[in-house]
């Protein structure tokens, strides 16, 4: 690599002036890959931002030169046998960091919420939850798919102690509460945020809201103000801290509502439907916000979600857990389902038409097609015939389509399976 | 001792990434949650917080013509950046 390195800073020194924005990309992974030191990494990029934002030709050049110098201070810098020592133990101080951090870390295996054999059965309806069993760890998400009406508040609401279950077993033991229906439900209700689908409304402006909540969770004084600031600025709500619930739109009072369920630092949250009224960008930020503090090394949750937007959900879920008629009929990681499976799911649209389509494709090895309606078709292939294949056979046979989704290792395979 | 090394993640290299791809605000998100988990010193998280009520006071770029018209956000990005990097150096400082 020490040969290669003089090389390789020519050709970034070549981009830098061919293709400066790329090339001030590149600096940055050169910097990281060949003399990981804080500071040079932080100089390259500072140079990226301040070559983007230069106002005139004068300053970019300034700027450029500039990146030249630290490809050369880079290489002067590998080349000294000193700094690979440094990297070594740069390396070993890591794992120090990191074993460090571990002792002090609460084991995020602990089962937050086992459920065993959940039965309830309403009169009105005849709606039954059956036998329900699953588990939840502390720092995972688990999201509860399935069609409406199949059960999944109704869960939810046996869990956050809002409804009590016929029959069945539940116990929380990274709650202190470890014994199969000895709960308390006083203590466990301080340590389980509940976001139900309908949020209810508020009064006064969000931040003395967060306040309040905070301080009914026993957060005073400073604690309770750092808490506030923290959860606001942590979910960008700092444009928004003294609007009232009229002012808001429906994902902020989403955002608002992961705020007040969160500022206390809850050990389980459970959240219904979240997404339902949010836009796809949205949907992204509330996510990803949703798995990173849920993955909080001090403070790790376990998050409980169920929502209609499969491939969204799973974007981010340790586990799938998906209810069928009151009935969990699978509980795993979603990408486990191929391989319990003994055939490829492909869901295309476009304008199809149901028959021209089948004649098209007669000859191509499928299993069964499925008229799944609005243009929607479901094709199941053996497992040797992949995407790569069925994309092709669309070519050959000009069959035009608009979308196409490999749904093998989804769980929506599970709501196209006959009920 | 306990060694689950695969349990850590690296929040400040997440930061970096972040910056690398000019996530700005994204990296500030990250930067509250590293210095939650990795400091128990109040003056740290205060900071965190200061830079992220900057940024959406004075650092964030404008979104539309219809937002409220912002001055060039350059220089208080470039501020923004500064006292990320020292933040983080920082943090990083006791275990170096």
Request: hydrophobic content about 35%.
């Amino acid at each position: 690599m020490e040969d290669n390195i003089l090389e390789i800073g020519q050709k970034l020194k070549d981009l830098i002036w061919e293709n400066p924005l790329k090339g001030s990309e590149e600096l940055i992974f050169f910097v990281k890959r060949h003399a990981n030191r804080s500071s040079l990494r932080q100089m390259a990029i500072m140079l990226k931002f301040e070559h983007q934002n230069a106002q005139n030709e004068e300053s970019r050049s300034s700027i450029m030169m500039q990146m030249i110098d630290l490809i050369e201070d880079v290489i002067h810098l590998y080349n000294e046998s000193k700094l690979k020592e440094e990297i070594q133990e740069i390396e070993a101080k890591g794992q120090i960091e990191a074993n460090y951090l571990s002792q002090k870390l609460p084991s995020q295996r602990e089962t937050v919420c086992a459920c065993d054999h959940i039965r309830k059965s309403f009169k009105r309806g005849g709606f039954q939850l059956q036998d329900v069993q699953f588990s939840i760890d502390l720092g995972k998400i688990v999201g509860v798919v399935g069609e409406n009406a199949n059960g999944k508040t109704t869960l939810f609401r046996i869990l956050v102690g809002e409804l009590k279950p016929d029959q069945g077993n539940l116990r929380f033991p990274a709650l202190g509460q470890p014994e199969w229906n000895k709960l308390n439900w006083y203590k466990l209700k301080n340590q389980i945020s509940y976001v139900p689908q309908d949020l209810p409304v508020w009064h006064g402006n969000l931040k003395d809201n967060l306040h309040y909540e905070a301080a009914t969770h026993g957060l005073t004084g400073e604690a309770n103000e750092d808490a506030v600031d923290y959860i606001i600025a942590r979910l960008g709500l700092n444009p928004h801290v003294h609007k009232k619930w009229n002012q808001l739109s429906g994902g902020y009072k989403l955002r608002f509502a992961l705020a007040k369920a969160l500022v206390w630092k809850p050990k389980f949250l459970v959240i219904d439907e979240p997404l339902a009224n949010l836009d796809i960008k949205s949907q992204v930020v509330f996510l990803s916000d949703l798995k990173s503090l849920a993955q909080s090394i001090r403070h790790p949750i376990a998050v409980l979600i169920s929502s209609q937007h499969i491939h969204e959900l799973e974007s981010i879920v340790d586990q799938v857990v998906f209810m069928r008629q009151g009935q969990v009929l699978y509980q795993g990681e979603s990408a486990k389902l191929k391989m319990l499976s003994q055939e490829n799911v492909f869901e295309l649209s476009g304008d199809l038409n149901w028959q021209e389509i089948q004649d098209k494709l007669r000859g191509f090895e499928y299993i069964r097609m499925e008229n799944a309606g609005l243009g929607k078709v479901i094709i199941r292939t053996p497992l040797h015939v992949g995407r790569k294949e069925i994309l092709q056979a669309f070519l050959e046979h000009d069959i035009d389509i608009h979308y196409f989704r490999d749904i093998s290792q989804s769980t929506k395979t599970l709501f196209y399976e006959n009920s | 001792m306990s060694t689950h090394t695969t349990l850590i993640p690296e929040p400040n290299e997440r930061i970096y990434e972040l910056l690398t791809q000019n996530e700005l605000e994204k990296a500030i998100k990250e930067l509250l949650s590293y210095v939650a988990d990795a400091s128990s010193d109040r003056l740290h998280l205060r900071e965190a917080l200061t830079i992220s009520q900057l940024y959406y006071e004075t650092g964030r770029p404008e979104k539309s013509q219809n937002s409220p018209s912002r001055p060039n956000s350059w220089p208080n990005q470039k501020e923004i950046l500064q006292r990320i990097f020292n933040l983080l150096n920082t943090l990083e400082a006791p275990i170096n």
